[in-house]
């Protein structure tokens, strides 16, 4: 069960990634040095978390 788990955090991780590069193209949203730094972490914390909760 644990990999099933692990596979739907990847899953929606790879959802929030294209939801971000779809408000770029789509919106025109700038992305500024400060707001690419914020989402890299928001991501890499999911990122983390995910394999902390898919190790226990």
């Given amino acids: ?3 099933r788990t692990f596979a739907r955090q990847l899953l929606l ?6 939801v971000i590069l779809i408000s ?13 730094l914020g989402s890299a972490v928001a991501i890499g914390g999911v990122f983390l978390y995910s394999l ?5």
Avoid: I, S
Avoid at 13 to 18: E, H, I, M, Q, S
Avoid at 25 to 34: D, I, K, S
Avoid at 52 to 56: D, E
């Fill in 52 to 56: 902390a909760k898919a190790r226990c």
């Fill in 1 to 3: 069960m644990g990999r």
């Fill in 24 to 36: 770029l193209v789509v919106f025109r949203n700038p992305l500024t040095p400060a707001g690419a």
């Fill in 13 to 18: 991780l790879g959802t929030r990634v294209a």
